[in-house]
């Protein structure tokens, strides 16, 4: 059974830094499609980045392009997601997801496409 643990969550100052790992379990080799996610109180769910896991290509969502970063190890295996440059905007519960490769191919949107979801990690940044 596929199991994604996110860490690395927390409360911020604007401009600051955080790192969000996910560790991914129960998954047979293969190329996949990881993301992350996240949604703020009474807003919908929004991709924020994605990554195909053999080919490295990724998309950012516009409002991260240039912060947010993307990352694996698949040795260990986990996805990475480097967040800099922090906005209160940025605020939301951030979900590492998993699809199959299809799911790289069109826009995240609302996470439609993914199959597998953590349970999710807290960013608060505040101005």
């Known amino acids: 059974q596929v199991q994604l643990v996110e860490s690395g969550g927390g409360s911020v100052q604007a401009g600051g830094s955080l790192r969000l790992s996910c560790a991914v379990s129960g998954y047979t080799s293969g190329s996949r499609c990881m993301g992350w996610f996240r949604q703020a109180p009474g807003k919908e769910r929004e991709g924020v980045a994605i990554i195909n896991t053999s080919r490295g290509s990724t998309y950012y969502v516009e409002s991260v392009k240039g912060r947010f970063t993307i990352s694996q190890d698949n040795a260990k295996p986990t996805v990475y997601l480097q967040m800099n440059s922090l906005e209160p905007e940025d605020t939301a519960m951030y979900y590492c997801?998993?699809?199959?490769?299809?799911?790289?191919?069109?826009?995240?949107?609302?996470?439609?496409?993914?199959?597998?979801w953590g349970q999710g990690t807290q960013v608060t940044v505040s101005s």
């Open positions: 997801a998993a699809g199959s490769r299809q799911a790289c191919t069109v826009v995240p949107g609302s996470g439609s496409s993914f199959d597998y």
